[in-house]
């Protein structure tokens, strides 16, 4: 029996990226796949591809998530995925001098708000089951500061501190609710290329952005989805308020031999 046999599952922002990798191996382990996601025409040419369902959602949106509801009154597991950096139309500053308020609360109402409204949207549709797994995608900059992207990395510390909440709660109530978080670092998606670009330096552009990076190259959405595939299984009924990295070994340490 595949792993998530007769499970519904819900990702925002599946379209592309993780999201779309997560939406891929949900569907291959037997999951009734749903894609959630703001981008019409990507959202549902994706779901179409895979063969799962399409619904359009703003996750900023508490309305948008009423209709999801409506549309699917219970489901089994929900990935919080959909989220901006904030650079998404060009450099903006987002350093904690500069940055300006409106770009700040762009930020955190996707990446914070979306997450907190799915949690709740996810809580009522499991808690008649009584069981259920809520996935939220923070970051490696949920974990660390980040200098020139403070409203990402705010949103994302955010994330994990709410995921944590969430668990606890639905611990208390008494259901088989599991909530937890996958902290990814640098992840070959389509979030990279206005850095990377396509010109002849683009190889020594990547090279340089996981210089730092143990293992010294991009991890894949394949391989975050992989993580997403543990957590919404019935192999890890016992993990809860959980963080995983994956990181290539960014958060291990420093990787210099002391002399």
């Known amino acids: ?46 779901a179409a591809q895979i063969g799962c369902h399409f619904e359009p959602l703003d996750v900023r949106d508490d309305k ?22 904030g650079f998404e139309n060009g450099f903006v500053a987002h350093d904690p001098e500069h940055a300006s308020l409106e770009d700040w609360r762009a930020v955190h109402a996707v990446n914070l708000d979306g997450t907190f409204l799915g949690c709740q949207a996810a809580i009522r549709a499991m808690k008649a089951n009584g069981t259920g797994s809520i996935i939220n995608i923070s970051s490696r900059s949920g974990l660390v500061g980040i200098p020139m992207a403070a409203a990402y990395a705010s949103s994302k510390a955010a994330i994990r501190n709410h995921t944590k909440t969430v668990a606890l709660y639905c611990a208390q109530q008494g259901w088989r609710i599991r909530c937890n978080s996958i902290h990814p670092a640098a992840i070959l998606t389509p979030i990279w290329e206005p850095m990377l670009g396509d010109g002849p330096d683009r190889s020594a552009r990547m090279a340089s952005l996981v210089a730092d990076t143990p293992l010294k190259r991009f991890g894949t959405p394949e391989e975050v989805a992989a993580l997403a595939l543990l957590l919404a299984s019935d192999e890890a009924t016992y993990m809860t308020g959980a963080e995983l990295n994956i990181d290539g070994g960014l958060l291990a340490g420093a990787a210099a031999t002391p002399g």
Not at 64 to 85: C, E, H, K, S, Y
């Open 1 to 46: 029996m595949r792993k998530l046999e007769n499970k519904i599952c819900v990702i925002t922002g599946g379209g592309r990226g993780i999201g779309r990798a997560i939406a891929e191996s949900f569907h291959a382990e037997g999951a009734t796949v749903v894609i959630a996601d703001i981008d019409a025409d990507m959202g549902s040419n994706t």
């Open 64 to 85: 948008g998530w009423a209709r999801l509801l409506a549309r699917f009154p219970q489901f089994d597991v929900l990935v919080n995925n959909a989220g901006i950096t």
